[in-house]
């Protein structure tokens, strides 16, 4: 089972020795996957087998460079739920802060890498940058290895249809509706984490009742408004449906986004509850209709549209 250990308890980790990762590893899309996977490697060359992936929060960005940080694919929440099924044998989630922005390089090699987590071998992504100002490059940790006495592994880029897989390329393709794509990359579909909230009520009066789904978490990644085809987990349940992202205006006059979500063959009260909603594929844009009437007959040729695409749905691993 996979241990994790927060900035709070770092201090009194103390790890014999392991092989190591660094990274921000949002999305944990193929490029990631793909260093995991020379950790776990290069973890049983060691007498330990212990393999430590550290990764941090928030996105250091958001502190070095706040007007260029990006939105997330991953929370740190829902970055966990996914590394915890990779092997790793530990994930530290270090509290990224100023202070922690100015450190050198060779310090923290040194200080956490070494000291508290017992390196012997790092892997490391092919864009890999480490320390105050990122000048700890390819070069320099090379060069600490040789002093220090732990390997260095440099993992090239992963390339799909030609394409360099990147978490600002996934983002991209989110933010363009294009689904697919996304989800080639991400070995996974592109999805968030959201939690049931009151609503108006107003879809089970025209027979299609929402959930109305709120997303806690402001750095997150939200699609663009328009109907989607879903997968939604609820709990240990996975239920097939259509959501709405966007203002509802035919039956909503405020003009606030919402997320709604409707679920096929579904009954029961989610409120309090908390969904992951899969993206499957996008069908429209939001629109305003004359009259709740019209809206309903629309959403019904949805729905029927949602089911002849998740009746031809396949996991991704298999495309």
Known sequence: MTEIIRSDDLLDLKVDESAVTVGVFDGVHV?????????????????????????????????????????????????????????????????????????????????RLISRLGMR??????????????????QHLSEEGKKSGFGVTVVPPVVVDGIAVSSTRIRQNVKDRKLHDAARFLTRRYFFDADVVHGSGIGRKIDFPTANAEITHREKLVPPTGVYAVRVEVGERICDGMMNIGSAPTVHQEGKNRIEVHLFDFSGDLYGSRLRINLLEYLREEKEFASREELQSQLGRDREKVRQILEKDVDIQDQ
């Open 31 to 111: 490029g990631h996957r793909k260093v995991i996977a020379s950790l776990l490697e290069e973890a049983e060359k060691l007498a330990s087998g212990r393999s430590v992936l550290l990764t941090f929060d928030p996105h250091p960005l958001s502190v070095t460079h706040p007007d260029r940080s990006p939105e997330l694919l991953t929370t740190v929440d829902e970055k966990i739920s996914l590394l915890k099924h990779l092997g790793v044998d530990i994930i530290v989630i270090e509290r990224f802060d100023e202070k922690l922005a100015g450190i050198d390089y060779r310090e923290f090699i040194s200080n």
């Open 121 to 138: 071998h790092i892997v490391v992504g092919y864009d890999f940058h480490l320390g105050r100002d990122r000048k700890g490059d390819q």
